[in-house]
T-cell receptor
């Protein structure tokens, strides 16, 4: 296994609500990326954090935000949920000394009704 | 500029056959090309990867062929097994001050017994 865990596994929200998804990675993995995977599509990069600072962002609006904590955990927050936000949300951690490899968690399946 | 095109969308191969999945990219700044395998309900798992200074890499039954001039790379699965049935994603890594993966849309492989 990758050592990356995510919670919850599944989540159902209604349009307009806010959601927080959580990720936990291993010690020594100071970089974490979040991806959105719509049904039948490849993962799309949302943003990346390194040592608690956002250092990169994909083409996602500001209502997608994140936090990274010193204990190698992180959060993805989505405000004002839209139907199109329904997707599998993946976090991936990158070991400090192994930049090539991104270890993905199992994902959180978010359904927005 | 950041697009990675993957084909075919789906593939059915008989047990023992060769599965071939192709990808093409546009951005010559990409410096690392991994393939990920994803089973239903799981996150993507790194299968094999190649750098653009190498034309071929083999790990067990999995081979990546890389054509830098054509900006194309492919995954070959030899002696395909029913357990290989999964969705396969090619990806390309870019460096924009941070490391991010751009994924293809995926190929759903079914290996028939």
């Amino acid at each position: 296994e990758t050592g990356v865990t995510q919670s919850p596994t599944h989540l159902i929200k209604t349009r307009g609500q806010q959601v927080t998804l959580r990720c936990s990675s291993q010690s020594g993995h100071n970089t974490v990326s979040w991806y959105q995977q719509a049904l039948g599509q490849g993962p799309q990069f949302i943003f990346q954090y390194y040592r608690e600072e956002e250092n990169g962002r994909g083409n996602f609006p500001p209502r997608f935000s994140g936090l990274q904590f010193p204990n190698y955990s992180s959060e993805l927050n989505v405000n004002a949920l839209e139907l199109d936000d329904s997707a599998l949300y993946l976090c991936a951690s990158i070991p400090d000394l192994e930049e090539d490899t991104q270890y993905f968690g199992p994902g959180t399946r978010l359904t927005v009704l | 500029q950041q697009q990675v095109k993957q084909s075919p969308q789906s593939l059915i191969v008989q047990k023992g056959g060769i599965s071939i999945i192709n990808c093409a990219y546009e951005n010559t700044a990409f410096d690392y090309f991994p393939w990920y395998q994803q089973f239903p309900g799981k996150g993507p798992a790194l299968l094999i990867a190649i750098r653009p200074d190498v034309s071929e890499k083999k790990e067990g039954r999995f081979t990546i062929s890389f054509n830098k001039s054509a900006k194309q790379f492919s995954l070959h699965i030899m002696d395909s097994q029913p357990g290989d049935s999964a969705t396969y994603f090619c990806a390309a890594r870019g460096h924009l001050g941070y490391s991010t993966l751009t994924f293809g849309k995926g190929t759903m492989l079914l290996v028939s017994p």
